[in-house]
């Protein structure tokens, strides 16, 4: 799943390549042409492959897959010139007040059996991946590396991501299966110091025994600092 500007042909091809489905978005003005279903003539020559050019305004050959106040979802599999593919197209209409169509997206996916509610779930959930890239900069060092050879550099990105996979693991355990989860790496680091401090100074007290207690305590001390969910 990519944003609209990686639907370049190199990256289609090279994820399709290794049987992977790719999904994105297309452009407004995205050159796409109807297959033709019907009978064909008895004549020489080769037999009609399209149907015409789609226009968004009409979708006269797409299929209503649902429909509430406020957004229509149609589907069709559809003819990519750019790609020389068959692609599945879903056009996402937004819905006025008055029942028009005030505007659309124009959502695809290479595997041309995949249903259209899978393709538009997978694309709406792209952004999910920003949060992985944001907590592996801010709180887990990945660009705070001096190393040059590509060897390297992917070492230290695996240790990063191996990390923050660890984080989720534990806050998934914590949470008893991830109902109502709300994952905030900073938050496990302030928990992890203050978990860290509480040892320290009852150890200097000769009270490492009683460190466990330190979780049931109505003051929740270990959770100082955290951030309301």
């Given at each position: 799943?990519?944003?609209?500007?990686?639907?370049?042909?190199?990256?289609?091809?090279?994820?399709?390549?290794?049987?992977?489905?790719?999904?994105?978005?297309?452009?407004h003005?995205?050159?796409?042409?109807?297959?033709?279903?019907?009978?064909?003539?008895?004549?020489?020559?080769?037999?009609?492959?399209?149907?015409?050019?789609?226009?968004?305004?009409?979708?006269?050959?797409?299929?209503?897959?649902?429909?509430?106040?406020?957004?229509?979802?149609?589907?069709?599999?559809?003819?990519?010139?750019?790609?020389?593919?068959?692609?599945?197209?879903?056009?996402?209409?937004?819905?006025?007040?008055?029942g028009?169509?005030?505007?659309?997206?124009?959502?695809?996916?290479?595997?041309?059996?995949?249903?259209?509610?899978?393709v538009?779930?997978?694309?709406?959930?792209?952004?999910?991946?920003?949060?992985i890239?944001?907590?592996?900069?801010?709180?887990?060092?990945?660009?705070?590396?001096?190393?040059?050879?590509?060897?390297?550099?992917?070492?230290?990105?695996?240790?990063?991501l191996?990390?923050?996979?660890l984080?989720?693991?534990?806050?998934?355990?914590?949470?008893?299966?991830?109902?109502?989860?709300?994952?905030?790496?900073?938050?496990?680091?302030?928990?992890?110091?203050?978990?860290?401090?509480?040892?320290?100074?009852?150890?200097?007290?000769?009270?490492?025994?009683?460190?466990?207690?330190?979780?049931?305590?109505?003051?929740?001390?270990?959770?100082?600092?955290?951030?309301?969910?």
């Open positions: 799943v990519a944003d609209g500007n990686y639907a370049k042909e190199l990256i289609v091809e090279t994820v399709t390549e290794h049987g992977l489905p790719f999904i994105s978005r297309f452009p003005n995205a050159n796409l042409k109807y297959l033709y279903t019907g009978e064909h003539s008895r004549r020489r020559g080769r037999k009609k492959k399209f149907d015409g050019k789609v226009d968004f305004s009409g979708l006269r050959h797409f299929n209503l897959v649902s429909e509430t106040s406020n957004e229509r979802v149609w589907t069709q599999v559809v003819w990519s010139v750019q790609w020389a593919r068959e692609v599945r197209a879903v056009v996402i209409q937004q819905i006025g007040k008055k028009q169509a005030i505007g659309y997206a124009v959502l695809f996916s290479t595997a041309v059996t995949m249903p259209a509610h899978e538009i779930a997978l694309y709406r959930s792209r952004f999910e991946i920003e949060l890239f944001r907590d592996a900069k801010q709180f887990l060092g990945s660009q705070d590396v001096q190393l040059r050879s590509q060897p390297g550099i992917e070492a230290h990105w695996n240790v990063v191996l990390t923050l996979n984080c989720r693991l534990e806050a998934l355990r914590a949470a008893e299966g991830g109902q109502n989860l709300v994952f905030s790496l900073e938050d496990m680091k302030r928990r992890a110091y203050n978990a860290l401090l509480a040892q320290v100074i009852l150890s200097k007290l000769d009270l490492s025994a009683r460190f466990e207690e330190l979780e049931h305590l109505p003051s929740s001390p270990l959770n100082f600092g955290l951030k309301a969910a």
